[in-house]
């Protein structure tokens, strides 16, 4: 992993974000991030957010966008996208009131993600899936995980994982097998620590028992493009992404 691959999940500074987006932007790459990856826009015109993150030489790789966005607004998800330089676009979460539905009929959730790859590759996207920890359920199949059934389901030239290591240890699973199983199909992993305790609480990167010298080793030999920085419950955001930061940036190859 090099520094320069060293990204943000917006998400983690979405207070922040929700009252000043390009001040948040602003602050962020004073602590030195220079890329990341996008959960909404903070109601900026993707315009001027561009405009921003070019002046600040902060580079935006990915965004998650929303099942009901891809569903109602695809083209004009495209668009944003496009303006603002992004490569990956990724469905972040699948409620729970439509998990039974969705992966209950894989052939179906495979079929439409299959579609908006192959949509997103025509556009010059790359679309993926990220994980939480509900995926590592077994399948109604009795054979692996949903995640499994999911990805089995789905063509690797146009769906991608992008893989929250916390969220597979969470469920029990060791993300560095996971890597290995699905060393193809990687290209982006979020990065956030487990602090130690049964309540396996996410903690900044270096603070928690995840091994991440092993993960991102890992990772690095799978191909994996980006390391994301992500907290779902920071205790100080703007603390936390600065810690995750520089215990990434000491584990990277460029000091």
């Known amino acids: 992993m090099k520094a320069s691959q060293i990204g943000l999940q917006m998400y983690t500074v979405r207070e922040r974000v929700s009252v000043d987006m390009l001040g948040t932007l602003k602050e962020l790459a004073d602590i030195g991030y220079t890329a990341v990856e996008f959960a909404g826009y903070g109601g900026v015109p993707v315009g001027d957010l561009k405009a921003t993150l070019d002046e600040l030489g902060i580079r935006a790789f990915a965004a998650h ?90 063509d690797p030239a146009l769906v991608s994982l992008e893989l929250d290591a916390f969220w597979a240890a969470y469920a029990g699973f060791d993300p560095l097998a996971v890597i290995k199983q699905y060393s193809d199909r990687i290209p982006l992993l979020h990065a956030k620590d487990m602090a130690l305790g049964e309540q396996k609480a996410d903690a900044p990167v270096g603070e928690g028992i995840l091994p991440w010298r092993e993960i991102i080793d890992a990772a690095d030999a799978a191909g994996t493009e980006w390391y994301i920085v992500e907290q779902d419950h920071p205790k100080d955001a703007m603390v936390d992404v600065g810690t995750s930061l520089k215990a990434l940036q000491g584990l990277s190859s460029e000091k």
């Open 65 to 154: 966008v929303g099942l009901d966005q891809f569903r109602t607004r695809f083209d004009g998800v495209v668009e944003d996208l496009t303006t603002l330089g992004i490569e990956f676009a990724i469905v972040p979460f699948v409620a729970l009131a439509d998990r039974a539905g969705l992966f209950g009929d894989l052939d179906a959730i495979a079929s439409t993600f299959n579609d908006w790859g192959a949509r997103c590759k025509d556009a010059g996207l790359r679309f993926g899936y990220h994980n939480h920890d509900f995926e590592f359920a077994p399948a109604e199949s009795g054979e692996g995980t949903l995640l499994d059934g999911l990805l089995g389901a789905t």
